[in-house]
């Protein structure tokens, strides 16, 4: 199956720091990737979705200026947490699918675990 | 909106079968997806649907009914290591990326 590289696992950061999480598909070019966040048992809740190339589609309540999504090339895509704040602490997860037909799923990355001092 | 359902916790002891029920309303259908996830680990593909019917992998089987909005996951022949949290998934269609609609999680535990 394809897979989904996400780094870091895990980051501690001082409040107002900026923090950037890579996603990488390493054996396919993924035309979409997903940055869904979640926290402790509750939902996977999406967060925007980019597209190779194009400015990246926000979902509703998600600031866009301070989470700052790059999907550069077809094989890389960059969450940038700016101005960290403690209730930014979450666990931040990467998706990728390389198309749009029905039954393409979506292959995640590890996760990244941020916790903001 | 979107509307996904799933219970929040089930219990079921080792060899028994638990059955997790999902509903969902979506401004679109695209497929349901079916995920397993262990604590702090990224969700790993268990199953797909997108005809109405049952789909069967090992111990693992997913029913779905389009015009009741509802799935199930069937696990069999539980095991310890199945204790996770489920996630049931729908891609919608607004447009042509087809994103990924989240329920809650079902966290099912399994007892000796």
């Known amino acids: 199956g394809a897979v989904v590289s996400q780094h870091p696992s895990w980051v501690i950061c001082k409040s107002g720091t900026s923090v950037k999480i890579e996603c990488r598909s390493l054996?396919?070019?993924?035309?979409?990737m997903f940055w869904y966040r979640q926290f402790p048992k509750q939902s996977l809740m999406l967060m925007a979705t980019s597209n190779e190339g194009s400015k990246a589609t926000y979902e509703q309540g998600v600031e866009k200026d301070k989470f700052l999504i790059n999907h550069a090339s077809l094989t890389l895509s960059t969450l940038t947490v700016t101005s960290a704040h403690p209730e930014d602490s979450s666990f931040y997860i990467c998706?990728?699918?390389?198309?749009?037909?029905?039954?393409?799923?979506?292959?995640f990355g590890s996760g990244t675990q941020l916790s903001v001092l | 909106g979107q509307n996904i359902d799933q219970p929040t916790e089930m219990t079921a002891t080792e060899g028994a079968i638990v059955q997790i029920n999902c509903t969902y309303q979506?401004?679109?259908?695209?497929?349901l997806f079916w995920y397993q996830q262990h604590a702090g680990e990224a969700p790993t593909f268990l199953s797909y649907n997108v005809l109405d019917g049952l789909e069967e992998k090992g111990r693992f089987s997913s029913f779905l009914s389009r015009s009741k909005g509802y799935s199930y996951l069937l696990l069999k022949e539980l095991q310890m290591k199945d204790s996770a949290s489920y996630l049931c998934?729908?891609?919608?269609?607004?447009?042509?990326?087809?994103?990924?609609?989240f329920g809650a999680g079902t966290q099912v535990v399994v007892t000796p």
């Open positions: 979506t401004s679109g259908f695209n497929g």
């Open positions: 998706s990728a699918t390389t198309g749009a037909r029905h039954n393409e799923k979506l292959f």
């Open positions: 054996d396919f070019q993924a035309t979409t």
């Open positions: 998934a729908v891609r919608d269609r607004e447009d042509s990326w087809g994103k990924f609609q």
